[in-house]
């Protein structure tokens, strides 16, 4: 007995450590960069073609986000565009991403969410789940449309 438990007692403290180690922490994913610009996006071809001002980052890809203190940005300017002309949003298009727009984004996607059924959460961050649910304003020879989804 005292010779298997000699040789049992290092096979089960080194599973006892190997059981204890931490697992390693899963990749954490790339964070998206933030939209310091916006492009005009077009709808479809042809005459008389339809665009949205959507915001973009440095790169002018529309993968990107956009949260609280993000100021003096034209992407904001754009994402304000949208929330006020398409959700009636009382907020000032000015480009500073402040308490004010944080709220009509989450109205917005609150709005998508419960009346439209749209896969979104209510986060008060712009990316781009939320850019593909929300409306933006259209235009088409420079005059507003309406607004349609992405």
Known sequence: MTRLCRVLAPVVAVTALLLAWPAPAPAAAAALPT???????????????AKRFLPTDHSLSANCQLQLNDYNNFGVVALQEALIDCYGQSITRDGDFGPRTEDALKTAQLWEQYVNHKPIGVTGVYKPPTRDAIMWPTYVNGVRTGCRYW
């Open 35 to 49: 939209c310091d610009g916006a492009v005009w996006a077009p709808l479809n071809a042809g005459p008389g073609q």
